[in-house]
């Protein structure tokens, strides 16, 4: 049994293993982002149905990626443990999986939108790489075992290259990704012309998030040295122009405090979060160039690809869209879209906050559909009226004989008026609300309840500053954000 099937297939798996390690040496040394395995969970990623994108979000959070890597290397690992016991018996099957294994990730790192003819390279070689060694180990056809003493050597030549292929393709990375790390840490920013209105008095601790959420399709962070960053900005503009990240610090720069939320937020979710934020004014830029009337939609390009359009009409309405260079008084970090992302308040993020730009370009709504429109969600993503209830946590315990109900709302560019809390079937009670700082910040409020013991059922729902209660039904994220009053379950002792 070891023989004919346990040992060939090991030979199929460190053969290919070499293969992706060396392939991914190839990708880090010139290309990250042509890397085999990125590149195919890339197009999975871009694949993948609505449906299916939302339930890895909601079930799995910010451990998406790493699970969705791990899925494609368990099929890599069962694909080449096949193509090794049959190539065993049959060797031309080692040059028909390496093909298979090689035009797959080539032609995933091709579908990539910012993909270069150059990122097929990487696959190609590795396959080839795989292919050739596992040829060369398979026996004639009429033998199909492999004795220890092959095996043990194969396996000793196989899994010790690739082990030495992925850790330099790592240090590879590492060196890359610390002279990003410096870079960044030598940015020094000038005073912003229009710096942020200091907090009023009586916010709470956990006004600004202490780690801010993250979903994007990016299955590796970029990394983008600064001083070799560019953005251009053409389309229906009077003047096309190509800005370096020196370019846009030499502008008025303005600071804000503004909540950002993303469109997949379940009722009552996590993914909201508050941030003071320093960057360019989208406005005055964009009046510079000559903005075409007819121009109704700007599409924003990340250095991997994504494209995030937003309403031309929300960045001229007065609201404090921007290029962000700084989040929270430092350079934006990696994972928030380092060196420069775009932030657009009162909009979701998938339609007005993208990551690691590159490239702004004037269009119509009616001559193109960004990323997220093609896969069937809202053109425009206006934010809708949401609250959270945050204390108590659901199914606690607590203790009487007042019990503090606390939490956020947000209405970003409308603001919040009300805020109501009601205890299981009782009268909704007015909650008291927190100073903020403008109307594109969540607002925080809590609710001093005398209690009663037993069990007890939490909700809350809010009013924005136009007067519009906050939709009762339970609506799913898809395709334009979520509604429904939040709610929980306690137990008062």
């Known amino acids: 049994m070891l023989q004919r099937t346990v040992r060939p297939a090991l030979i199929g798996v460190l053969s290919a293993a070499l293969g992706v390690a060396a392939a991914e040496l190839l990708a880090a040394a010139t290309r990250p982002q042509a890397g085999p395995l990125v590149a195919v969970g890339g197009a999975v990623i871009d694949a993948a149905p609505t449906p299916v994108k939302e339930f890895a979000v909601r079930t799995l959070g910010t451990n998406d990626k790493p699970v969705l890597l791990g899925t494609i290397a368990l099929v890599l690992v069962l694909f080449t443990a096949a193509v090794g016991i049959i190539g065993f ?67 000793v030549v196989l899994g010790g290259g690739a082990l030495i292929a992925g850790a330099t393709a790592e240090t590879v990375k590492r060196v890359r990704g610390g002279a990003v790390t410096k870079s960044r840490e030598a940015i020094a920013f000038p005073a912003p012309a229009d710096p942020a209105k200091p907090l009023p008095s009586g916010i709470a601790d956990g006004f600004y998030s202490e780690k801010l959420y993250r979903v994007d399709t990016a299955l590796t962070v970029p990394r983008i040295d600064v001083s070799t960053w560019r953005m251009r900005i053409h389309g229906m503009v009077g003047r096309e ?20 939320n993303c469109v997949s937020n379940e009722v009552g979710g996590p993914y909201v979060g508050t941030a003071r934020w320093l960057g360019v004014p989208l406005a005055p830029l964009l009046a510079e160039l000559g903005v075409d009337p007819a121009a109704d939609q700007l599409v924003a390009r990340s250095v991997e690809g994504m494209t995030i359009g937003t309403p031309v009409a929300t960045i001229n309405d007065g609201r404090d869209a921007m290029l962000v260079v700084g989040m929270n008084g430092e350079p934006l970090p990696l994972e928030h879209g380092f060196p420069v992302r775009m932030l657009t308040p009162g909009l979701y993020g998938y339609a007005g906050a993208c990551k690691w730009i590159t490239d702004l370009e004037l269009t119509t709504f009616a001559d193109y559909d960004a990323y997220w429109v093609k896969r069937g969600w809202g053109a425009r993503g206006p934010v809708k009226t949401a609250s959270r209830i945050d204390k108590p946590q659901p199914f606690a315990k607590l203790d009487g004989p007042t019990v503090t109900i606390a939490g956020v709302a947000w209405a970003q560019g409308r603001g919040i008026r009300n805020v109501e809390v009601r205890v299981d079937d009782r009268a909704w009670a007015k909650a008291d609300l927190l100073p903020v700082p403008s109307s594109d910040t969540w607002v925080q409020w809590r609710y001093n309840w005398d209690s009663t013991p037993g069990p007890h059922t939490f909700a809350v729902r809010a009013t924005d500053g136009t007067g519009a209660i906050q939709a009762e039904e339970r609506v799913t994220p898809f ?15």
């Open 89 to 155: 018996r049959r060797r031309w099957v080692t040059i028909a999986g390496a093909a298979v294994f090689g035009l797959a990730g080539a032609a995933a790192a091709l579908a990539r939108p910012a993909s270069i003819g150059w990122d097929v390279i990487p696959s190609l070689i590795g396959a080839a790489i795989a292919g050739l060694l596992l040829f060369h180990l398979a026996r004639p056809s009429r033998e199909v075992t492999i004795d220890r003493r092959k095996f043990l050597r194969a396996a």
């Open 241 to 260: 122009v190509e800005l370096s990240f020196d370019d846009l610090l030499k502008r008025p720069l303005i600071e804000r405090d503004i909540t950002l």
């Open 479 to 493: 395709p334009d954000g979520a509604t429904g009053w939040h709610s929980i379950t306690a137990t008062v002792n």
